[in-house]
């Protein structure tokens, strides 16, 4: 059993989306980052970094104490690497597919959560940090569409994790003030992963 330390939030998802496709039992602990719930020593003690998402796997693959696991990526990877699924284990394909999981997380994420940012939340309207963001936000999607016309998905023919960490990013599109007319190979892919029943089912009360 796994116990997810959540919000709905494109990184929380992340970790549901993963969790249904595998068709894995969790048990959600809601994280109000609204009111500060991440701060709480109790979860800091998961996830030192106060943020969501973080897990405890009770069943550790070594048999050991339960493992507590924070940062969106790594909890894939420890998920892929328990379960043997949504990773390939061929060399090439495998690297593909890392690579881009470490591009969403280092790049594509959080430009896109500054995006979020000054789009939407901040106090005050700054168009230099707008401008920034919205212009990083195009390039990063001109590289995922240039990879998507090659390839069904991010890392080659297999749905992987590297999809599963861009999803929820890319799902948000409008909020990013992006056309996604200017992206036709992201707007198909978009539509793939949306119709997976995994998807719905992560989904479902969003
Ligand atoms: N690099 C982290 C980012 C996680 C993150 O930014 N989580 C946000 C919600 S999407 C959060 O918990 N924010 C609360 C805070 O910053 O206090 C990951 O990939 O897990």
């Given at each position: 059993m796994i116990d997810l330390y959540y919000a709905p939030t494109p990184n929380g998802y992340k970790i549901t989306l993963f969790l249904e496709e595998v068709g894995m039992p969790y048990t959600i602990h809601p994280i109000n980052i609204n009111t500060g719930e991440q701060f709480k020593p109790e979860f800091l003690a998961i996830s030192p970094n106060n943020k969501i998402p973080a897990i405890v796997d009770h069943q550790p693959a070594d048999g050991g104490e339960p493992v507590s696991v924070f940062e969106s990526g790594a909890i894939l990877l420890y998920l892929a690497n328990k379960t043997?699924?949504?990773?390939?284990?061929s060399l090439r394909e495998r690297t593909e597919q890392l690579q881009w999981l470490f591009w969403q997380v280092a790049g594509f994420g959080p430009m896109l959560g500054q995006n979020h940012h000054f789009n939407r939340y901040a106090p005050e309207v700054v168009p230099y940090a707008i401008n920034r963001y919205v212009e990083e936000s195009k390039r990063l999607y001109k590289v995922l569409n240039t990879q998507l016309e090659k390839t069904a998905y991010l890392g080659g023919d297999e749905y992987s994790i590297a999809d599963i960490a861009t999803y929820p990013w890319a799902k948000c599109y409008e909020h990013q003030k992006i056309d996604l007319q200017d992206y036709p190979a992201v707007a198909k892919w978009l539509d793939k992963v949306r119709q997976r029943p995994a998807t719905q089912a992560a989904y479902k009360d969003a």
């Open positions: 043997g699924q949504l990773l390939s284990k």
